[in-house]
């Protein structure tokens, strides 16, 4: 038998790119590759890149210049760069730093095994295509591995809404959604491998319209009405939606479908309609509170959580108050806020930019009213019962760790059998970044 080749997998970026690096580490394992969890112990170094701002980009190229030495001391080890990154910067990359060997787009994974190949045979591989064919379905699987309780499943990738200041419809490309028989059977073999709370991805999820077998188009609502039919499976989740995609039967389903958890992340970016017009997002701020309004209806202790830009170029003083009045009324369990970032290729990038220090006082100004509103909301958990999924041990002897419907993390001392169970707990306390509970 000869040796495993050591693989190291370095993942940036969205819930998408930790799918993603799931997936290539299980093609790669087909071709002898086994995951470490260090770069000095590995023959081949995978980064799995992130473009949506320019200091995520700009990462990439700190982390392969302290790769450098590695690669200097050992020639042998080989470097590849997958994700936004490589689409977006392709053949640059190896100019910019030659000890880079592979270069992959987020739409070839599937060729990833193949270019291996050719760099392990000293040869350089670039590939940025957006081929017609279905990534996943030529990615070959492992599928004995346990899994843990919680996992990923891409439903739908790439976006169509080119809202100014993205980067991703040029990244991930066009809107593709799988299809639902695909889904199921990966949802159902994930299940039988102890997987369950599935959360499903997109990066405009709620725009799922897979097909079925017999053709027929299946929006969001009902391919979790289908899932929660899986036994084992307890929880569901998605992520990220657009509110123009947030369809009336995906609204209903927050009220009775008991499966689907009561958090939602809807980004809207800015309060204000001059602003959300110039970025491109086709709905007022007004439409985003009504729609807040129709989803708490269904489900009244529903957390939102949401992404925010500020600086975004003309952005006036005006412009931010309505921002932060936004985020008053509408109230977040949970929130993303940045500050603009002028991103290549995009149209926003042509416009002026606010300066930065205008910029830097209003991302603060934002943060602070968001984080007391977050605050609020895990605090407002103390007293409640809550059921909780345990995923881990914690770092307290006896303490498991697990999340609620909210998404918060909650410790509780319980035996380990509860681990990848769901069991009612009684919260006690509410500390930085995670509550600390008791078994009923
Ligand atoms: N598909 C998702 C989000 C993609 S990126 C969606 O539509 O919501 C995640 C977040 O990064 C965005 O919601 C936005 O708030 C932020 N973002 C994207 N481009 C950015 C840029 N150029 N500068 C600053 N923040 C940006
Ligand atoms: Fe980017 Fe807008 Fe598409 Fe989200 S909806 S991925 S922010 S272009
Ligand atoms: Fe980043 Fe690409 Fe995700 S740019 S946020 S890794 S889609």
Redesign the pocket.
Known sequence: MTEPKKLFVKTYGCQMNVYDSERMAEALSGQGYEQVGSAEEADMILLNTCH?REKASEKIYSELGRLKPLRDDNPNVKIGVAGCVAQAEGEEIMRRQPIVDLVVGPQTYHRLPAMMRAVEAGEKALDTDFPEEDKFLHLPKDRRAKRGPCAFLTVQEG?????A?????YT?GAEVSRPVARILGEARDLVERGVREITLLG??VNAYHGQDEDGREWGLARLIRELAKIEDLARIRFT?S?PNDMEDDLIAAFGDCDKLMPYLHL?V?SGSDRILKA???KHTAQDYLDLIARIRDARPDLLLSG?FIVGFPGETDEDFAQTMDLVRKVNYGQAYSFKYSARPGTPAAERADVAPEIADSRLQELQALLTEQQRAAQDGMVGRELPVLFEKHGRQEGQLIGKSGYLHSVHAVAPAELIGQVAMVRIIKSATNSLTGALV
């Open positions: 949506i976006c169509d809404k080119f809202c200041f993205c980067v991703v419809p991930r990066q405009n990220t657009h980004p970016q970025m491109n997002r992404d």
